[in-house]
């Protein structure tokens, strides 16, 4: 890839470490931005603190909403190809503003594919999400397993990758949609739970949990997610394909709080919630497929995973912050 490659939402948690590594292999990168208010803009300017510090990193502030302003970009620059990252995240927001999300991730995908398809960038790599899936079972399989989202956010994913689908059949680009299972690590947004627990118990206030604490999540590391955007960017394969990108080990939601309270050296003051609308009990990856075609192999567990993210916060300022606010 001697292009640059293009990076919606380039600034988010996921973004911004795609961004550095994508530097760390030496390429050069395009980062995409409208610094959307769902959380403060400068945690996301600090995420990408190290990365702009490379000459091969272009910071473009814009929104996929806005197609000029995407022809604007990929008529100044050329890119060999684009990772879609940008969305409205979030399933329980979801439920109170429906209409923002279909417009920012299924409006601005049509966009993203459409420009994508008038400047022949041969491939998209677009961020899915375990919640295409709904409530399950056993274990989600891409080919097998039926869509039954939960959420108007899982549904706007899933109206997302109709559209990828039909891009990369009629004339378009070649699309790799990659479903994330919960995500964690270094930088997480703040309302996500590891992220939003740790502060909480490092700051000695009441932990909501909804349910009884025994949802099973299949909690992914940054790095092994972003390992996996990576291999789908250098497979170069042709047309469309779906690949769940999980670690393949749902984990106790009360066992993810006991390696937090480890890792902290202390206790949390659990309070049980009802269960809110949207939320499936269980999530769960069979990622036999992102292995055989993406040489994907996750290899952070989640003791290792929750003890990383825990000395990050300690070291990177984000506890004395936790603490003072």
Request: with cysteine.
């Amino acid at each position: 890839m001697n292009e640059p490659v293009l990076v919606t939402g380039g600034a988010g948690f996921i973004g911004s470490h795609l961004v550095e590594r994508l530097v760390e292999k030496g390429h050069q990168v395009v980062c995409l931005e409208n610094f959307d208010p769902y959380y403060p803009a400068e945690m996301k300017r600090r995420n990408l603190q190290g990365a702009l510090s490379s000459e091969r990193v272009r910071l473009v502030e814009a929104d996929v909403r806005d197609r000029e302003g995407l022809r604007s970009i990929l008529a100044s620059q050329r890119v060999c190809a684009i990772v879609h990252l940008a969305a409205r995240p979030g399933v329980r927001p979801s439920l109170q503003d429906p209409e923002l999300y279909l417009d920012v991730n299924v409006r601005g995908t049509l966009n993203v594919l459409a420009m994508a398809r008038e400047f022949g960038v041969p491939c998209v790599v677009f961020a899915s999400s375990s919640s295409v899936y709904g409530s399950i079972e056993g274990m989600a399989r891409e080919d097998d397993t039926p869509c039954h989202p939960l959420s108007p956010y899982g549904a706007s994913k899933v109206a997302a990758e109709a559209l990828c689908s039909a891009y990369a059949h009629t004339g378009g680009p070649s699309v790799v949609a990659l479903r994330f299972f919960t995500v964690y690590g270094p930088r997480q947004r703040p309302d996500m739970a590891i992220n939003r627990f740790t502060r909480l118990i490092a700051s000695g206030q009441e932990v909501g949990v909804h349910g009884d604490g025994h949802s099973l999540r299949d909690y992914t590391f940054i790095s092994d997610i972003v390992n996996g955007i990576e291999a789908a960017l250098e497979a170069s394969l042709a047309g469309y394909h779906v690949f769940n990108l999980g670690r393949g080990q749902p984990v106790v939601l009360l066992d993810v709080i006991r390696l937090i309270e480890k890792g902290l050296e202390a206790r949390a003051k659990l309070r049980f919630l009802p269960q809110p609308p949207g939320e499936p009990p269980l999530t769960h990856a069979d990622i036999g497929k992102a292995g055989a075609f993406l040489g994907y192999r996750p290899s952070v567990s989640i003791e290792e995973g929750v003890a990383r993210y825990v000395r990050w916060f300690q070291e990177s300022g984000e506890a004395l912050s936790t603490l003072a606010g």
